[in-house]
């Protein structure tokens, strides 16, 4: 079986900041040899099938088309289906967060150094809104994202890591259609 990948591209689609027409990428990713290719809203999400099953070197090829195709460096981050699995099956805070648009997923694009770990707990950013999981930490935010404590940010400077943002509502999508 073809290995099923996500990509979550990080800072396109912003308001004006990192343009690209989801057609593109679509375009892009089928002229890499990638099948069943599906993009999801217009921030860089997609659904495919890829002949190698290592994640990172996706992703690498990836990044580098779509350096070459868009003049600019984009952090691309791949997860595979068993991946996504785990970060849907280990949401702690699935028994409060009563609304998938206020429910944020921050996937990280490494594994933090333990060392630099414990220096900061993102738990203590926002206690009972927050929890870690593996290369991912869930933020409940009941009054809006804009209302609620940064996460993202402390986490990527203390931490040395690139991360990259996603509802609920979105993760959940992106997980159907890696098992449809």
């Not at 591209?9 to 375009?27: C, T, Y």
């Not at 990044?63 to 070459?68: F, I, K, P, Y």
């Not at 805070?93 to 707990?121: C, Q, W, Y």
């Not at 996460?151 to 159907?176: D, F, Y």
């Amino acid at each position: 079986m073809v290995p099923r990948h996500v990509l979550l591209l990080r800072g396109v689609n912003l308001g004006s900041h990192g343009k690209m027409p989801m057609a593109d990428l679509r375009e892009l990713l089928t002229s890499l040899r990638y099948d069943s290719v599906r993009t999801v809203l217009n921030s860089g999400n997609a659904v495919f099938t890829a002949p190698s099953p290592d994640p990172a070197a996706v992703a690498a090829e990836i990044g580098a088309a779509v350096e070459e195709r868009f003049g600019r460096a984009v952090p691309c981050l791949v997860k595979t289906a068993g991946e996504m699995d785990a970060v849907v099956d280990g949401n702690t805070l699935a028994g409060i967060a009563d609304n998938g648009s206020r429910l944020m997923v921050h996937f990280l694009f490494e594994t933090p150094d333990r060392k630099r770990m414990s220096d900061l707990d993102p738990v203590t950013l926002a206690p009972g809104e927050v929890a870690v999981g593996d290369r991912v930490i869930y933020q409940w935010c009941p009054d809006g994202l804009m209302a609620a404590p940064d996460v993202s940010g402390p986490v990527q400077r203390q931490w040395g890591v690139t991360a990259t943002t996603r509802n609920w509502n979105t993760v959940t999508r992106l997980h159907t259609l890696l098992h449809a």
